[in-house]
Nanobody, 124 residues
């Protein structure tokens, strides 16, 4: 069983940056594909970014490509999401997720383990 805990969210102005962290506990996530999804109340959860088990491939939603960067440190059992040039439309709760396979899904429905989320609010 894997427990995921996100941190790093906050309230920022447009153009600012944040770094979200996702720390896993319970067992290693070194062989899991990992991803981030986000959700706004009343809307479906939206895929943001994903990374393979040895950082073997990264994947991004078109809306964040070039602004967000996903990375991982398997020694620390942690996944990161760097958010640059934030926009008001990036406002959402951001969730970390672990796939059961080494290569991550680019659909939120493909993930098996989920964190509780961290809120990111971007003001204009």
């Amino acid at each position: 069983q894997v427990q995921l805990g996100e941190s790093g969210g906050g309230v920022v102005q447009a153009g600012a940056s944040l770094r979200l962290s996702c720390v896993a506990s319970g067992r290693t996530i070194a062989e899991n594909g990992m991803g981030w999804c986000r959700q706004v109340p009343g809307k479906e959860r939206e895929f943001v970014a994903a990374i393979g088990w040895r950082s073997s491939g990264t994947y991004y939603a078109d809306s964040v490509k070039g602004r967000f960067t996903i990375s991982r440190d398997n020694a620390k059992n942690t996944v990161f999401l760097r958010l640059n040039d934030l926009r008001p439309e990036d406002t959402a709760t951001y969730y970390c997720a672990a796939d059961r396979s080494r290569m991550p899904s680019t659909r939120c429905s493909g993930y098996y383990y989920w964190g509780h989320g961290t809120q990111v609010t971007v003001s204009s």
